[in-house]
């Protein structure tokens, strides 16, 4: 069992920078990819982000690419979102997600947090 708990978002400006995290508990951090999902009003849920931390490997949605970086601490059980020159477009709730290997959908996740939620303003 995995657990997932985000935190960071909030309001912000359109061109403005947040930081999410992912804190996990429960079985070996590092041996799990883990992912940021989100989910804007209406739509589907969809991928960001995702890393290995026992390799370093990471992969992003062409959307986010060059905006968004993912790091993560395996000391501290925590993955980092960094989210700079936002937009209006990504506007949504942020999961968090644990899979066994880097994925971009849904169903090969194993775990997931309740999200959080991010508002980019115009």
């Known amino acids: 069992q995995v657990q997932l708990v985000e935190s960071g978002g909030g309001l912000v400006q359109a061109g403005g920078s947040l930081r999410l995290s992912c804190v996990a508990s429960?079985?070996?951090?590092?041996?799990?990819?883990i992912h940021w999902f989100r989910q804007a009003p209406g739509k589907d849920r969809e991928f960001v982000a995702a890393i290995r931390l026992s390799s370093g490997l990471t992969h992003y949605a062409d959307s986010v690419k060059g905006r968004f970086t993912i790091s993560g601490d395996n000391a501290k059980n925590t993955v980092w979102v960094q989210m700079s020159s936002l937009k209006p477009e990504d506007t949504g709730v942020y999961y968090c997600?644990?899979?066994?290997?880097?994925?971009?959908?849904?169903?090969?996740?194993?775990?997931w947090g309740k999200g959080t939620q991010v508002t980019v303003s115009s």
């Open positions: 997600a644990s899979g066994g290997t880097i994925a971009t959908m849904m169903h090969a996740m194993d775990y």
């Open positions: 429960g079985r070996i951090f590092s041996n799990y990819a």
